[in-house]
């Protein structure tokens, strides 16, 4: 929009230079944002008392700049599954085909017999029909009248042709799921007619659309989408999102459809059994897996105003069950990231959260939980491909596929957490069952078992500071990010443009740190195996931030090269977290994490230990009162001996310069809007 005007007095004008169109009567401003425009209601006589800050609060009803982050990554992520996903059906389908003609060649039955009786066919006709000579023929000679598109000269077809096509068997009993041939194809299988394919479907549902923005950019700036779904509840946003669709010119793509994002989402399940059941009367051989992923969506997005877990169930029933994605976002942050609602977490997600400096890792832990236990029920899997949280929100992306036997493996992925939120902020894990990896009894390979994990991990009090243990989760303990999936989507980043996806610099920033933050499990020894993947989990989640250690004793703050430098010189390795600026992620334990934080005392920030009590967390981390002598001697022989140097250079941080990692705050008093008004 543009900039505030003044009047003579000095008074504000809110309509003075901003530029808007009539359509149908009704005055719009137009919004863009990357490929995409929006038209959004606009009136000159209600804004002409109000000042432009008021006025453009208004128009954020619709419009919320905050949200492109969202949106642009959104893209991006759909872009790099969506090729991968259609390079995989082009090679699946191919080798489908390929071997057709091997069995057709090897059985030298079925197929070869149909194509005598076309050829005899064609025959007949010819005697009775000189004119479709030259289209249809049983005759290989024959073939050089049809041309690279499989017409005849000049790219035109006959009636006769037409008709001839209609009578013959050629087609009928070919799969479904292969493009039909003509006779003349059948008569010569060693010379297969070029044509080009078309292109493959590919389908995305924007469960909430509200304006249907998402979707516009969607259809516009995914070249290989085919359809695209707008669903909203209040017919006003249909209107809405059919007005700008027919703005943008792509309302022959996008489809607008007004009902409740769940009705729609679980009608794909009845339309699926209806169409099983008639099929299955009239074809032994009904094609089931694949009639039922075409009537299932590739890619549904749900960015609710609040939680979007009232829309798993359907969502994983409505999204394609060999490797959908399942794009969610979650802006209830006061529910998934605090702990005065744990009842209300439990209710959405399946566990509770955390009173901890991690509580965001811990919320998206949550809802990833909530995704795979509702998939769980069904036999399906998730594979988290990318999980942020971004500002207030968390966006996730997920692959959805039908595995029982991945399914098997959830629950030595589930965890529960144990902080010592009152205290010193430690924690420890504990997994609800194991996924064991053992040797077979030949010697030879490897598997997975299933078993009971020990509990518990931890005592009811700290065992760094004697405080008293709560409980969090269950929660997800899987890895968060696919580190192929980061790639890829970073790999194309140079080559789009900055003017459509402006929050460019921030999507790289990001990226870049989700996929620094991962480190590496220990290996287990043993062979490697297709199910490790799938077995894995996170081993070492969560992170700290050093001035939430040096709270717990009083002491400055340690800046965070120097600690990173004293971790690092002890042989741990370091990173950051993308949930927050200044956090630390290490595999370093916690009794080595503490040791380092009293040699900093030591050695550079003494405290006054005369105003330390007994009865604080900070009496047993500076370790100032008696302890068990075998204690004592065990600590001091595995950590206490370890020398700590503080060396900020190596420290420092030495990737790529200039990222930003984390967001600054782009105006006063963002965050979420309003929620938008039902008329």
């Known amino acids: 929009m543009a900039s505030e005007a003044k009047t003579k007095n000095g008074a504000s004008t809110a309509t003075a230079n901003i530029e808007t169109l009539v359509r149908d009567g009704q005055e719009y401003t137009e919004v863009k944002e990357g490929l995409a425009r929006i038209l959004v209601p606009f009136s000159a006589k209600d804004a002409a008392n109000k000042n432009y800050s008021e006025v453009e609060e208004q128009q954020k009803v619709f419009y919320n700049p905050i949200q492109q982050f969202n949106r642009d990554l959104t893209i991006l992520a759909i872009k790099a599954y969506g090729q991968d996903a259609l390079a995989k059906r082009r090679s699946f389908n191919s080798e489908r085909v390929a071997k057709r003609k091997r069995d057709k060649a090897d059985t030298g039955r079925d197929r070869p017999v149909k194509q005598e009786k076309v050829a005899q066919t064609a025959e007949a006709i010819e005697s009775t029909a000189g004119d479709a000579k030259d289209v249809v023929s049983g005759e290989p000679q024959n073939s050089h009248d049809v041309d690279a598109e499989g017409q005849g000269p000049g790219n035109t077809h006959n009636d006769n042709s037409t008709n001839l096509t209609d009578e013959t068997p050629t087609n009928a009993d070919q799969p479904a799921d292969t493009p039909q041939t003509s006779d003349k194809q059948d008569s010569k299988p060693s010379e297969p007619k070029q044509m080009s394919q078309p292109a493959p479907p590919f389908t995305i549902l924007d469960a909430l659309s509200a304006t249907g923005l998402r979707a516009l950019r969607y259809a516009q700036e995914l070249p290989f989408v085919t359809s695209v779904t707008a669903n909203d509840l209040s017919p006003s946003a249909v209107e809405a999102i059919k007005r700008n669709a027919q703005h943008n010119g792509v309302d022959s793509k996008v489809n607008a459809t007004s009902g409740d994002a769940r009705m729609h989402m679980y009608s794909l399940l009845t339309r699926r059994e209806a169409g099983e059941q008639s099929k299955g009367k009239h074809n032994k051989k009904s094609p089931k897996q694949n009639q039922s992923q075409s009537q299932k969506y590739d890619v549904i997005d749900l960015d609710p105003y609040g939680t979007a877990a009232t829309f798993f169930d359907a969502a994983i029933n409505a999204v394609r069950d060999d490797g959908g994605l399942l794009c969610v976002t979650c802006t209830d942050s006061g529910v998934w990231a605090s702990h005065g609602y744990p009842e209300k977490t439990f209710a959405l997600y399946g566990g509770v959260p955390a009173k901890a400096y991690f509580s965001h890792e811990v919320g998206l832990r949550l809802i990833l939980n909530g995704l795979a236990s ?12 990318l999980s942020l949280s971004i500002d207030y929100y968390v966006r996730i992306f997920v692959k959805v596929r039908k ?49 009971l994990a020990m509990a518990p991990t931890s005592d009811q009090m700290c065992a760094e500071c004697g405080s008293k243990m709560h409980v969090a989760g269950p929660m997800y303990g899987g890895p968060l990010h696919s580190p192929d999936f980061i790639k890829k989507i970073l790999d194309d980043l140079p080559n789009v443009s900055g003017d459509v996806y402006g929050t460019k610099p921030r999507i790289e920033g990001m990226l870049t740190t989700a996929l620094e933050e991962m480190l590496p499990a220990p290996k287990d020894g043993l062979e490697s195996s297709e199910e490790d993947e ?41 990173t950051r977290s993308h949930c927050k600026p200044g956090s630390i992620k290490t595999d370093a334990p916690w009794s080595v994490i503490w040791h380092v934080m009293r040699e900093w005392v030591r050695q550079k920030a003494p405290v006054n230990l005369s105003r330390i009590g007994e009865l604080s967390p900070a009496y047993n981390l500076l370790r100032l009162g008696k302890k068990d002598e075998a204690a004592e001697e065990n600590t001091e022989d595995a950590v206490g001996k370890m020398e700590v140097v503080f060396d900020k250079k190596l420290g420092r941080d030495t990737s790529k310069p200039g990222l930003i990692r984390y967001q600054t705050n782009p105006r006063e008093n963002w965050g979420p809007l309003s929620r938008a008004s039902k008329r």
């Open 374 to 385: 509702t998939g769980a029920r069904y036999g399906l899997a998730i594979e988290p491909l």
């Open 403 to 451: 595995s029982p036997a991945q399914v098997k493996f959830l629950s030595g992925k589930t965890m529960i957490v144990y902080n010592c939120d009152q205290g010193c902020g430690a924690w420890e894990t504990q997994f609800l069952s194991r996924n064991k990896k053992a040797t077979n009894k030949s010697g030879k390979g490897v598997f997975y078992k299933h078993g």
């Open 534 to 574: 799938v077995a894995a989990i996170e081993p070492y989640p969560f992170f700290f931030h050093p001035s939430s250690l040096a709270g717990s004793v009083h002491c400055i703050s340690p800046d965070e090269d120097s600690f990173r430098g004293a971790l690092r010189h002890l042989g741990y390795r370091v």
